[in-house]
C-alpha cells in the first residue's frame, strides 16, 4: 500500500473526506471508499467502469497498449511456447510447472475427463435442438450433485478437486452437447490423447472407426482453449466472484459464469460475429452494415469490435488472426469467403473515423469463429468453446478470493422510486 491518500470534500458535510490510494505492482491506483457508508454516502459506478472490485494477482490487461499477461507473461509468448494445461497449471497455482509438476498435472486432468454415467441421462431431458449453452449451464451445475465430497470450500483439498474436475469435463460436457444435438452416441474420453486431441476424438471420432485427431487441428483448438483461458474481471468472472462470495459450491458458481458468458455482448459474440459474417455474404455489403452499426436508432453492433478495457488492438485478436491463416492455409481453405469479408471488414472499419474515435478494435471474438468453423466446430458450440477455454480463469478467480478474507458481495444503489406512503384507505 502507498501511504498515498485522496481528499474528497462533499457539498454539506463539513469536513473533507481522507480516503486511502493503493497501488498495484502496475496498472492504475485505486481509491479505498469503503469508509463512505459510515458517513451515509455511496459511489455510484453503473457497469463499474471506474470500479477495482477486488485485489487479485492472476491476469493483468493493459487496454491501452494492448497488452495481456497470465501471472506476468504476455499472451503472445504463450500462444507461440506454452500450451493450454500449462497455462491451467500456471493460473491455478501462480508459477509455470517444473517438468515434473506439468506431468502430474497432465495426468490429473486426463484421469478426472470422465463423468458419472447418470450424468447422461440428465441430457436425454432436454430436446436434441437445444442450445448447447442451455445444456452446459444445467449440467455443469447438475455436477455438485455428484461429488459432495468436494463441496467444502474452506477446505483447500475440496477446492484442489474441484478445479480438476471442472477444467477435466469441460471439453468432455462440450462434446456430448454437440454428439446429443445430432443423434450420435457419446464419445469416452482416451487417456492416450492430449487435452485438446481428446477433445477432437469426443467430437467427431464415432464408435465405428478409429478417428485420429489432426495435429493441425489440435494445435489450433489448444491455442484456442489458452487464448481464452482467463481475462481478469470480465462479465462472466465476476458473476463466478459474486456468486463465490455466498460460499455457493464451485459447480454453481461455474454454471453462474457460463450463464453470464453466453450474452452476445460477451462470450456470445464469437457466435454473433459468424452470423454476421454469414448476413453480410459478400464484400459489397459491408458499407451498409458499416452504417448500420453507427446508427444509433439501429440496435446492430458490429460484433467481434470494441472492448471495455482494449482501446488497442485485443493481443489474443492478433494471435487469432496469425492462426486463422495458418490453419486455412493447412486446411486448404485460405479462400474461406468468410475470412476475405472478416479481412475487408476489418481494414474498412479501421479505417472509418467512427470506429477509430471510439477505438473499436478487433477483440478475441472477430477472429475465433473463422478457426472454430474452419476446424469443424457448429457455430451454436462457439461459446460453448469460450466456456470451455475459460474453465481455469473462472476457477483461478474463484480460488484466490475464497482462500483470502473476502465478505460477501452486496452492492448498494441510487434509489429514485417513490419515498414512504400509506396503503390507501378503502
Ligand atoms: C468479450 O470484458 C472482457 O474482458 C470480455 C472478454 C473476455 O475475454 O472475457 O474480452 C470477451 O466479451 C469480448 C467482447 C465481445 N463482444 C462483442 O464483440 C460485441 C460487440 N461489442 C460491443 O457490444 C461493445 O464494444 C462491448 C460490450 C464489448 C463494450 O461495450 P462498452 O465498453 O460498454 O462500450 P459502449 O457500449 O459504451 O460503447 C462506446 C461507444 C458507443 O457509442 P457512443 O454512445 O459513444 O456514440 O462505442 C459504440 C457504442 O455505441 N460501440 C459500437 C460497438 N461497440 C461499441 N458501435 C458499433 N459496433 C460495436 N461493436
Known sequence: MTGKK??????????????????????????????LVSRDLFTFDPGFMSTASCESKITYIDGDKGILLYRGY?????????????CCYLLLNGELPNPKQKSEFVNAIRYH??????????????????HPMAIMVGVVGALSAFYHDSLIINDEDHRKIAALRLIAKMPTLAAMTYKYSIGHPFMYPRNDLSFS?????????????????????????????????????????????????????PYA?????????????????????????????DAKNIDKYIKKAKDKDDPFRLMGFGHRVYKNFDPRAKVLRAACQNVLKELGKEDDPLLKIAMQLEKIALEDEYFVERNLYPNVDFYSGIILKAIGIPVNLFTVIFATGRTPGWVAHWHEMISNPFKIGRPRQLYTGPTYRDYPTK
Not at 473526506?17 to 469503503?34: H, M, S
Not at 458458481?253 to 453470464?260: E, K, M
Open 6 to 35: 485522496a481528499q474528497l470534500s462533499v457539498d454539506g458535510l463539513s469536513e473533507t473526506i481522507e480516503l486511502p490510494v493503493y497501488e498495484g505492482t502496475t496498472g492504475p491506483d485505486v481509491v479505498d471508499v469503503r469508509s
Open 253 to 281: 458458481c461455474i454454471s453462474s459464469g457460463i450463464t453470464a458468458l453466453w450474452g452476445p455482448a460477451h462470450g456470445g459474440a464469437n457466435e454473433a460475429v459468424l452470423k454476421m459474417l454469414f448476413e453480410i455474404g
Open 74 to 86: 504476455p499472451i503472445e509468448q504463450l500462444a507461440e511456447k506454452s500450451d493450454y494445461l500449462e
Open 197 to 249: 486431441e481428446n477433445f477432437l476424438h469426443m467430437m467427431f471420432g464415432t464408435p465405428c472407426e478409429d478417428y485420429v485427431p489432426s495435429p493441425v487441428l489440435a494445435d489450433a483448438m489448444d491455442k484456442i482453449f489458452l487464448l481464452h483461458a482467463d481475462h481478469e474481471q470480465n462479465a462472466s468472472t465476476s458473476t463466478v466472484r459474486l456468486a463465490g462470495s455466498t460460499g455457493a459450491n
Open 113 to 130: 475427463t470422465m463423468v458419472h454415467e447418470q450424468i447422461n441421462h440428465f441430457f436425454n431431458g432436454f430436446p436434441r435442438h437445444a
